[in-house]
């Protein structure tokens, strides 16, 4: 997953293209950036540890695909509400590897407010 900012030529990837470029008069580039959403010790949280060799856009949609139409808009929000946020998700998982997945309703909410929204500057 990765977006272009094309007006100034800067290509983003993983956690950083929910972001917003800006460039101020005298030609200094700022980046705006949505909130991190943060891990929260929920009881509907699912954990799975990982076999080794697995990419997390798979579990995400394995663990999805009854829920949402196109799991995959999911792997960003999976990403961030990680312990420790995974930076790069094309990156194959390790064996022992906790992933947590949160639940339906976080997913919702997170779809539905910060992770598309920049704040202003």
């Known amino acids: 997953m990765a977006t ?3 007006s100034y030529g800067v290509y983003t990837t993983g956690l950083y293209i929910h972001a917003s470029a800006f460039k101020t008069s005298d030609g200094l580039l700022y980046w705006s950036m949505p909130e991190r959403l943060v891990y929260e ?4 949280n699912v954990f799975q540890e990982c076999n080794g060799d697995e990419l997390l856009v798979d579990i995400v949609i394995e663990h999805y695909k009854d829920m949402f139409p196109n799991p995959v808009v999911l792997l960003d929000i999976v990403c961030q509400f990680q312990p420790n946020p995974i930076i790069d998700p094309s990156r194959r998982l390790t064996p022992g590897q906790m992933i947590v997945l949160p639940s339906y309703t976080y997913c919702e909410d997170a779809l539905s407010s910060s992770i598309t929204e920049s704040p202003e500057i």
């Open 4 to 6: 272009t900012q094309e």
């Open 41 to 44: 010790d929920r009881d509907d």
